[in-house]
């Protein structure tokens, strides 16, 4: 099983409406990290949110984190076609900072 | 704007063939890490380095894989004997505080084994 796995999949949402994404993970972490992928592309770091921390925000992008639940979740608010991509939440294990595991991602796309 | 660069950016190769990723880290940068992807899959976790030595490996980064910081800014991957599975999008990255500070990546090296 997955230390961090996104749900959906995959999302379809028309231009200018909200996008929503969840991780959800197995162990206790020090910090949770959300990239973006364009195709082929390496990955570009978004945000990052402590394990103290409940939520964050930076420009269009809201983050939340449950520790209770084990779960975060990443908003993206009125898309845009460069926003199409696929986004995958990183996790940094609690004591094993050396570790950062991905999850399958989520993969986003915004009809015009 | 920093970033990590990678070498070549394909590589094609015959199975059993010796093959050495490139990638230039940022260089205030003193963590590395190798993950590989392959194609519409999960980002997956190959090795982490620092202080020349391996930090952490997991179980895909077996005795045919081997890392190299030759000098002060290349960092390598190597495969020894390449096998078909091994065909993916190779990504280095690296940081400057371990495990609390994004990652930058590179473009990545597609390693199609044939």
């Known amino acids: 099983s997955q230390q961090g796995e996104e749900d959906p999949q995959a999302l379809s949402i028309q231009e200018g409406e909200n996008a929503t994404m969840n991780c959800s993970y197995k162990?206790?972490?020090?910090?949770l990290q959300w990239y973006r992928q364009n195709s082929g592309r390496g990955l570009v770091h978004l945000i990052l949110?402590?394990?103290?921390?409940r939520e964050k925000h930076s420009g269009r992008l809201r983050v939340t984190l449950d520790t209770s639940k084990k779960s975060s979740s990443l908003l993206i608010t009125a898309s845009r076609a460069a926003d199409t991509a696929s986004y995958f939440c990183a996790t940094v294990v609690m004591n094993r900072d050396d570790k950062i595991i991905f999850g399958k991602g989520t993969r986003l796309h915004i009809l015009p | 704007e920093p970033e990590v660069t990678q070498t070549p950016s394909h590589q094609v190769t015959q199975m059993g063939q010796e093959v050495i990723l490139r990638c230039v880290p940022i260089s205030n940068h003193l963590y590395f890490y190798w993950y590989r992807q392959i194609l519409g899959q999960k980002v997956e976790f190959l090795v982490s380095?620092?202080?020349?030595?391996?930090?952490?490996k997991s179980e895909i980064f077996d005795d045919q894989f081997s890392v190299e910081r030759p000098d002060g800014s290349n960092f390598t991957l190597k495969i020894r004997s390449t096998k078909l599975e091994d065909s993916a999008m190779y990504f280095c990255a690296s940081s400057e505080i371990w495990g609390d500070e994004k990652l930058f990546f590179g473009s990545g090296t597609q390693l199609s084994v044939l």
């Open positions: 162990t206790s972490i020090n910090n």
């Open positions: 380095f620092y202080n020349n030595e391996i930090s952490e």
């Open positions: 949110i402590r394990s103290n921390e």
